[in-house]
């Protein structure tokens, strides 16, 4: 494992603590997701942003995802305001960043409030915008990916997706026509060479690379948002510059490991106005690819087969203290 590089990336990520901060200066993340089927989802996301460093998370979800995510914990304000456009729009106000889709769900309805946090980050240039699980059905469904996609432009690299394989088999069909002919399988196969070869390390890629391009080429369909493919190995991509992280994960993949890392990078995405370097909003992404994969193999050397998301959490805190080492002294 490159230790020293990563060491650099955490600590140029990672904020400054000390006395003079105040509640929300390092991040108030705003989740939307929960619904009738899945809470677990939207707890885990909040859960990891908080745990990540964020001060504050809010949860937006349904009327019957909320009571059950609040009993789960003290530490979210949940909003059932997902269809009351106008609560949704006041609370709105009160994140710096949002991470949309675990546990969304795909209902038609939920489209209006999908609209509504996308012209939100479009009006707010500060605001970063995180897109995972059901978000990426939106982006990629025949009935509303053409206006989802039309608003993602406007957003650009202050947007990150998180798709896993399936995901980005999906958004390959509907976005890249032919040039994306897309072969999981094949696809599959170049990226265990990728990552046999690269195992422990972490680093840029060229996007012309064969086990890169796709994601690029996706990147550059949406606007150069930034794209996060998800797998063996996490392929980082903004259409021009690409970077791989094939830093060891856990070998037992229990649902909730994506909710997990989208609430990283909920906080991270805040956190990249730290490091000084061009690329820093996807250096924010390669750190919380990191951060996931650290903590679900430490997590994973513990529990062995009866891993499971909670036992990930907890290791976050750990993980990321490591960081603090020499600045431990003047708290
Ligand atoms: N405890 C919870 O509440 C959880 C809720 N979840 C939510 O469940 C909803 C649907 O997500 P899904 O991921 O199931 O939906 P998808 O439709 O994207 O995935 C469908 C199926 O694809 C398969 N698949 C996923 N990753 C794969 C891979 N890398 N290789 C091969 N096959 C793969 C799995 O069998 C999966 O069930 C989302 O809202 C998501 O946030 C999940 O995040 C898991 C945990
Ligand atoms: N085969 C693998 N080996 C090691 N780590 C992996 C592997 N596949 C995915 N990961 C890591 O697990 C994390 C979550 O990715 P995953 O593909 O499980 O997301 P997901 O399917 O969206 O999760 P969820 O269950 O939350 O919907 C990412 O950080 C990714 O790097």
Known sequence: MDQTAMYKLMKSLLPTLDRHLTKGMNGKVGIVGGSKDYTGAPYYAAVASLKSGSDITHIFCSEEAAIPIKCYSPEFIVHPCLYD???????????????????????????????????????????????????????????????????????????????????????????????????????????????????????????EHEVVRHVAMLSKSLGNVIVCKKGLVDLISDGTTSYFVAVEGASKRCGGQGDLMSGILGTFSKYAQNIHNPNNALLAVVAASIATRSCAKAAFLKKWIGLTTPDILEEIPGFLAGFYTDDMSKL
């Open 85 to 207: 456009m106008e609560q949704l729009d006041m609370w709105l106000n009160a994140v710096t960043s949002v991470v949309v889709g675990p546990g969304l769900g795909r209902d038609k309805e939920t489209q209006q409030a999908v609209e509504r946090v996308l012209q939100r980050v479009i009006d707010n240039e500060k605001m970063h915008f995180v897109g995972d699980a059901d978000m990426l059905w939106f982006l990629s469904n025949a009935e509303q990916k053409e206006r989802n996609v039309q608003m993602l432009w406007k957003i650009g690299k202050r947007a990150v997706i998180t798709p896993n394989v399936v995901e980005f088999g999906r958004l390959a069909g509907a976005w890249m026509g032919e040039m994306g002919e897309y072969d999981i399988k094949k696809q599959q196969q170049i990226e265990e060479v990728f990552y046999s070869e690269r195992e422990g390390h972490f680093g840029e890629v060229d996007s």
